[in-house]
């Protein structure tokens, strides 16, 4: 019974094209974009173009000596959690280098960014006596699922829309406790929230803010602290959230507030305490890695800098990039999920590109989409190549090209 019951869900997964394979995939240090595939260095190499290593930095030397420095030292694992005997002393470095990265009197690392999401909410939520918490309609996982376990009550506000929001603040009395909840970049849509708008309404409702900043951090603002210092705000959010596996290139999440606060998640969240801490070297290369970047600007510059080739060359040669994008996230729409697996297919087979599908429940039925994005690292020439091959298998599946800018949301 159990196992029919298994293989039907699968069944009808893969029925809707949604089902998910992996490819294997070696990205070999010193060569990204470039990597190998099912693990076999013979193999031809492809071009990444779905990658969160947005700036390159999980091969910085920086980053890698660093890495490799701490095993030399301390060995492979933490050998707990933070409270038993798991804080290394390079935890210090990284949360007081984070803490100051976002204008905050302290920070606190987790795991992942989904944990430090999850664990977060879940605890806040619980602390304040019944608190409700309003919570974009696109927000992550990560924070739906802090925000369900909680069983707190709650609000969703239609995505970036500050005249729901507001409406449904002022729906509740003012003494009552809030916390809105919303990204600075949405990650599949590349668009950016109204940051200053919604602490203008935070303070005229009396709540709190956490904004999600792991599409931005790195990439964004004085030192790359983040959309938030990039538009001159980050002092009227409340708790900033990010994580150390995209733009940092590692791996850790983290969110960075008063000590206050840092101190009570640090004391109640269960998904903080109960788990083994990242490995010292985790560590030191998260810390290697946000000390760069709050010093160097040519990454992000770069970053920048392609973007805007990148976008210019697909959407003169009619690929459909979806106009919600404002960021370095570039969504290409190709709209039916089986067509959008099967290009992703060819673009790897044919043209020696990695695409990854980007289907439901991840974006609604009928706007699946590769998502695009270019680092430092790519080539103009690379740029040319994308745009090439994603125009020959637009031809081939007859996915439709953008008539006008219009035509594509
Ligand atoms: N928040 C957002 C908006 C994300 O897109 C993701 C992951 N893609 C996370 C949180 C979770 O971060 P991590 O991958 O570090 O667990």
């Known amino acids: 019974m159990y196992a029919e019951i298994l293989s039907d869900k699968l069944n009808s997964l893969k029925e809707s094209g949604q089902y998910r394979e992996f490819v294997t ?24 173009w779905c990658s969160n290593d947005y700036l390159g930095m999980s091969q910085h030397p920086v980053v890698t000596a660093a890495m490799h420095d701490a095993i030399r030292l301390y060995g492979a694992g933490s050998g707990g959690s933070r409270n038993i005997g798991g804080t290394h002393y390079h935890y210090t470095l990284l949360e007081s280098s984070l803490a100051d990265w976002h204008g905050k009197e302290a920070a606190l690392v987790f795991p992942t960014g989904y944990s430090s999401n999850d664990a977060t909410l879940q605890c806040l939520l619980r602390l304040f006596p019944n608190c409700i918490v309003f919570s974009d309609e696109l927000n992550h996982a ?31 009395p003012r003494n009552r406790a ?24 935070a303070s005229k409702y009396n709540a709190l803010t956490f904004l999600d900043e792991v599409h ?3 990439m964004y603002g004085p030192r790359g602290a983040g959309m938030a210092a990039e538009l001159g705000v980050a002092d009227r959010i409340d708790i900033i959230q990010g994580t150390m596996a995209k733009a940092i290139g590692v791996i850790g999440g983290y969110i960075a507030s008063s000590a206050l606060l840092i101190d009570a998640v640090r004391s109640f969240a269960s998904g903080f305490i109960f788990t083994t801490s990242l490995p010292p070297a985790v560590v030191a290369a998260c810390y290697a890695s946000v000390e760069y970047l709050k010093s160097s600007d040519k990454e992000r510059k770069e970053l920048h800098r392609k973007t805007i080739m990148l976008r ?8 459909p990039v979806m106009q919600s994008s404002e960021t370095h996230i570039l969504p290409v729409l190709i709209g039916d999920a089986k067509k959008c697996k099967a290009a992703a297919q060819r673009l790897l087979e044919k043209h020696k590109i990695y695409l990854q599908p980007i289907n439901s429940p991840t974006v609604p039925i009928g706007t699946e989409r590769f998502r695009v994005n270019v680092t430092p690292n790519h080539t103009e020439e690379q740029i040319l190549q994308l745009t090439d091959a994603l125009k020959e298998v637009f031809h081939y599946f007859d996915i439709p090209f953008a008539q006008s800018a219009a035509d594509v949301y």
């Open 178 to 201: 809030k916390i809105i909840v919303f990204e600075s970049i949405y990650s599949m849509d590349g668009d950016i929230a109204p940051i200053e708008k919604i602490t203008n309404l």
């Open 312 to 319: 210019e060359t697909l959407t003169q040669a009619g690929i």
């Open 25 to 48: 995939i070696n990205r070999i240090c010193g060569q990204y974009p470039l990597a190998k595939l099912n693990g076999k260095e013979d193999e031809q190499s492809v071009v990444v």
């Open 142 to 172: 990560s924070i739906i699922n802090g925000i369900r376990s909680a069983k707190a009550d709650r609000a969703i506000f239609r995505h970036n829309d500050v005249d729901h929001l507001e409406e449904l603040l002022a729906s509740q």
């Open 216 to 218: 931005a951090i790195g």
